[in-house]
């Protein structure tokens, strides 16, 4: 039974239940509106809400119950069989030097390759079942049909990814009957109660706020997700490298032969010491051209202005990277570099990165950023406090140093906490801009590095999840979260005491 | 009603404000249509009317706050003490300090009540030292009916305070600077009428020192506080004169038919 039914649906299952739902979604929407009205009969001042409402509320039931069993189905079945086939590999079958995990990888590709070569005829779905290692040069068979191999194919490999496809087919069965049977329940329970007196409009009412709700905690539970798999990982860092030499120590100097030197400080230096020019770059140039464009210019040079800010904003960061390597790095260089040659005759600079070069060009970053947010908070001091100080005598700029700017510092000191933050998550120009050496040093032209450049070189390449080396990411990650999450907290709880001061 | 007018004194002062001809545009609009208007020194001038009449536009043009708005433009004379203020030579920051102001809404500064006061003597260099400074703000207070009230706590910040006392304080604000003119508009609109009482027996007391134009909506204000009238209507100045024959025997219907209620 389950074999027929899947040589006429095979693989697409889920596709074709989730177009059948949605048709019988849409019949219930049009069966449930005139079944509606017919019971007003034909006038909707008798119903208890708009005809459409009645069709939404069949729509809703027959295709949410369905769809979401379906998603859920589809999410645990391949885990389900995983599980199931895993423990039927012996011993025996995993290869000197190979895994448990590598085996099923192999496993689970025979069976698509399988299904691929029923699909395109070269075998019957028979003849697949019968199948023997021993006779027939399976490997060459599916490299033909484009599916690699990583090796050879042997007879309880075979037996195994026949058993996966056996189960796949058996699930896929059980998934278009339970979900059918629920969009038929859901459409006609959603007809059976339609009628003159039945709250629809309610009932939609509370599904909107059902997907409102749900669309919420995906987001704080994604969030909560990431912050578990940081303090997972970082835990077992912690287990396998001392945790004063991480927080105290002075030396940062991976090696793969283990007894390295892991510790933030120097990393965090480079960090702040970057944010820190970036900022004393980002914060003047920003907040003067927000009061500029706030308080003097014209409504026709402001709406050609703004958004030209904007597009600053809108650049990759890994441009601005470029821009940092190619342009302001060796511009640098002629001017603090090149002994005799350069132009101050100095030989303080030796190579294009530097922290110097990438606050710069990260304070370029956060212009547009700090000059947008800051506009906006000039903006919401009331015009009544600009009028009282005028009506004082008081001269335009008098009125923006003493009044303006007092009443929006609140905020301003919220965008700027909120510029550091990104200026301390920031990775490409770092990556590209600041250098990888990490020391701790006061001299703004030397290489140094960052935190979020050495996760990205600790985990690229060649990597092994069970080396501190490779873990020290998670714990790095995990600290850097926890500074910008403590700006970002400070930054809202003094932008929202700010906004209660108008409203 | 009638007992107070009897009891009104009506001196005759000198001139301190003229308007001839003004004219004020909103973009097309034509907000403001040739105004005359003379305003003595020394006395209370109520502008009263129906909403979008044009008594604040014309108000604002008095100090020419009207500078601040791009589509604005006036035309016709302003002048006070003889002077025309819409000369070039003359700077609208030095004359808004001799013309003050204050809001409808009240519009103390995030700063503390002193700050707030301190602030006009501080731009303009008033003050010789800091004695003399916390001379003038208490002056200022006083002057505002309101120090008593916060004479303890004059570093809390001016925007903790009742909107009452906070209408006191920008009144005590504007008079720290020591202005000829105190333009008012609508100064109680948001007061309860404790607040509008005490601050009407204020503006009584200005007289003394100032001229005082004020724009207001209650027509018992007017009756009460103002020696002066103009009534404007559709931005023109239907009817100016002593407050006392306004109320009781106005010459233009329109006059009559607005101050009985039947328009407006």
């Known amino acids: 039974m389950s074999d027929l039914f899947n040589g006429l649906i095979g693989g697409s299952a889920a596709a074709l239940m989730v177009i059948v739902v949605l048709g019988l979604s849409a019949l219930g929407f049009y069966m449930a509106r005139s079944r509606a009205m017919a019971s007003g009969n034909g006038d909707r001042r008798n119903l208890h809400s708009l005809p459409n409402y009645y069709?939404?509320?069949?729509?809703?039931?027959?295709?949410?119950?369905?769809?979401?069993?379906?998603?859920?189905?589809?999410?645990?079945?391949?885990?389900?069989?995983?599980?199931?086939?895993?423990?039927?590999?012996?011993?025996?079958?995993?290869?000197?030097?190979?895994?448990?995990?590598?085996?099923?990888?192999?496993?689970?590709?025979?069976?698509?390759?399988l299904d691929v070569i029923i699909q395109r005829g070269v075998m019957d779905a028979e003849q697949v079942t019968t199948l023997d290692a021993g006779t027939t040069d399976l490997r060459a068979t599916l490299a033909a049909e484009g599916v690699a191999l990583g090796s050879a194919v042997e007879q309880p490999v075979l037996d195994a990814a026949q058993m996966y496809r056996a189960q796949s087919s058996t699930g896929r069965f059980w998934m278009v009957a339970l979900v059918t049977v629920i969009a038929l329940a859901g459409f006609v329970l959603s007809l059976r109660v339609t009628n003159a007196d039945f709250r629809a409009r309610n009932?939609?009412?509370?599904?909107?706020?059902?997907?409102?709700?749900?669309?919420?905690?995906?987001?704080?539970?994604?969030?909560?997700?990431?912050?578990?798999?940081?303090?997972?990982?970082?835990?077992?860092?912690?287990?396998?490298?001392?945790?004063?030499?991480?927080?105290?120590?002075?030396?940062?100097?991976?090696?793969?032969?283990?007894?390295?030197?892991?510790?933030?400080?120097?990393?965090?230096?480079?960090?702040?010491?970057?944010?820190?020019?970036?900022?004393?770059?980002?914060?003047?140039?920003?907040?003067?051209?927000?009061?500029?464009?706030?308080?003097?210019?014209?409504?026709?040079?402001?709406?050609?202005?703004?958004?030209?800010?904007?597009?600053?904003?809108?650049?990759?960061?890994?441009?601005?990277?470029?821009?940092?390597?190619?342009?302001?790095g060796p511009a640098l260089v002629n001017i603090f570099g090149r002994g005799e040659q350069g132009l101050l005759g100095v030989e303080w600079m030796s190579?294009?990165?530097?922290?110097?070069?990438?606050?710069?060009?990260?304070?370029?970053?956060?212009?547009?950023?700090?000059?947008?947010?800051?506009?906006?908070?000039?903006?919401?001091?009331?015009?009544?406090?600009?009028?009282?100080?005028?009506?004082?005598?008081?001269?335009?700029?008098?009125?923006?140093?003493?009044?303006?700017?007092?009443?929006?510092?609140?905020?301003?000191?919220g965008a700027i906490l909120l510029a550091a933050s990104r200026a301390i998550g920031e990775t490409m120009?770092?990556?590209?801009?600041?250098?990888?050496?990490?020391?701790?040093?006061?001299?703004?032209?030397?290489?140094?590095?960052?935190?979020?450049?050495?996760?990205?070189?600790?985990?690229?390449?060649?990597?092994?999840?069970?080396?501190?080396?490779?873990?020290?990411?998670?714990?790095?990650?995990?600290?850097?979260?926890?500074?910008?999450?403590?700006?970002?907290?400070?930054?809202?709880?003094?932008?929202?005491?700010y906004r209660e001061q108008y409203d | 009603m009638k007992d107070l007018m009897a009891e009104r004194t009506v001196d005759t002062q000198k001139l301190k404000i003229s308007a001839r001809n003004v004219q004020v545009y909103y973009g097309d609009t034509h907000a403001i249509k040739d105004v005359n208007v003379d305003i003595e020194d020394k006395t209370v001038t109520?502008?009263?009317?129906?909403?979008?009449?044009?008594?604040?536009?014309?108000?604002?043009?008095?100090?020419?706050?009207?500078?601040?708005?791009?589509?604005?433009?006036?035309?016709?004379?302003?002048?006070?003490?003889?002077?025309?203020?819409?000369?070039?030579?003359?700077?609208?920051?030095?004359?808004?300090?001799?013309?003050?102001?204050?809001?409808?809404?009240?519009?103390?500064?995030?700063?503390?009540?002193?700050?707030?006061v301190a602030y006009g003597p501080r731009i303009h260099g008033l003050a010789r030292n800091k004695a003399d400074l916390d001379d003038i703000v208490e002056r200022a207070l006083r002057r505002g009916a309101i120090w008593n009230e916060v004479k303890d706590r004059l570093d809390a910040p001016g925007t903790g305070l009742s909107g009452g006392q906070q209408q006191r304080l920008c009144i005590a604000r504007a008079v720290a600077t020591e202005p000829e003119v105190l333009l008012m508009d609508e100064p109680c609109s948001a007061l309860d009428p404790i607040a509008t009482a005490q601050v009407e027996e204020l503006i009584d007391e200005l007289r003394q020192n100032?001229?005082?134009?004020?724009?207001?909506?209650?027509?018992?204000?007017?009756?009460?506080?103002?020696?002066?009238?103009?009534?404007?209507?559709?931005?023109?100045?239907?009817?100016?004169?002593?407050?006392?024959?306004?109320?009781?025997?106005?010459?233009?219907?329109?006059?009559?038919?607005?101050i009985t209620g039947r328009i407006g």
């Open chain 1, 351 to 413: 190579g294009a990165t530097s922290v110097l070069t990438a606050g710069l060009v990260m304070g370029i970053m956060l212009i547009p950023f700090v000059s947008s947010l800051s506009d906006d908070i000039i903006n919401a001091v009331p015009q009544a406090m600009r009028d009282g100080s005028l009506g004082l005598g008081a001269t335009h700029s008098e009125t923006i140093r003493q009044v303006v700017l007092p009443a929006a510092l609140p905020g301003i000191v």
């Open chain 2, 210 to 258: 100032y001229s005082v134009v004020i724009v207001t909506h209650s027509m018992q204000q007017a009756a009460r506080v103002s020696q002066k009238t103009a009534f404007f209507h559709l931005g023109n100045l239907v009817e100016y004169g002593e407050t006392g024959t306004i109320f009781t025997n106005p010459t233009d219907p329109r006059t009559e038919s607005y």
């Open chain 1, 203 to 328: 009932m939609v009412e509370k599904g909107i706020l059902t997907l409102l709700i749900l669309s919420a905690s995906i987001a704080i539970l994604t969030t909560v997700g990431i912050v578990l798999s940081m303090l997972f990982e970082s835990i077992n860092f912690f287990r396998l490298h001392s945790w004063t030499d991480f927080f105290f120590g002075s030396t940062w100097a991976p090696n793969f032969r283990g007894d390295s030197d892991l510790s933030i400080l120097p990393l965090l230096w480079g960090t702040l010491y970057i944010s820190i020019i970036a900022l004393l770059v980002a914060v003047p140039i920003g907040l003067f051209s927000a009061i500029y464009l706030s308080e003097y210019a014209g409504p026709k040079l402001r709406s050609a202005a703004k958004p030209l800010l904007e597009i600053l904003a809108g650049i990759p960061t890994i441009v601005y990277g470029l821009f940092a390597l190619l342009t302001v």
């Open chain 1, 55 to 113: 069709g939404w509320n069949a729509a809703m039931l027959t295709a949410v119950p369905a769809l979401g069993v379906l998603v859920i189905w589809l999410l645990a079945q391949p885990m389900m069989i995983d599980n199931a086939v895993f423990k039927t590999i012996p011993d025996s079958a995993i290869a000197e030097g190979s895994s448990r995990g590598l085996v099923m990888s192999d496993v689970r590709r025979l069976a698509d390759g």
């Open chain 1, 429 to 497: 120009i770092v990556v590209l801009g600041a250098g990888a050496i990490a020391k701790i040093s006061a001299n703004p032209l030397e290489a140094m590095t960052t935190i979020t450049t050495r996760i990205v070189s600790q985990l690229t390449g060649d990597t092994n999840f069970a080396s501190p080396e490779t873990l020290v990411a998670f714990a790095l990650g995990l600290t850097l979260f926890v500074l910008t999450l403590g700006l970002n907290v400070i930054a809202l709880y003094i932008v929202r005491k």
């Open chain 2, 46 to 116: 109520a502008f009263i009317g129906p909403s979008g009449c044009g008594k604040s536009t014309f108000l604002r043009c008095i100090n020419r706050m009207n500078d601040t708005i791009d589509v604005c433009r006036v035309q016709g004379d302003i002048m006070i003490d003889g002077e025309d203020i819409y000369d070039k030579r003359v700077d609208p920051v030095q004359l808004r300090a001799k013309v003050g102001m204050v809001f409808q809404k009240p519009n103390p500064f995030p700063k503390s009540i002193y700050d707030n």
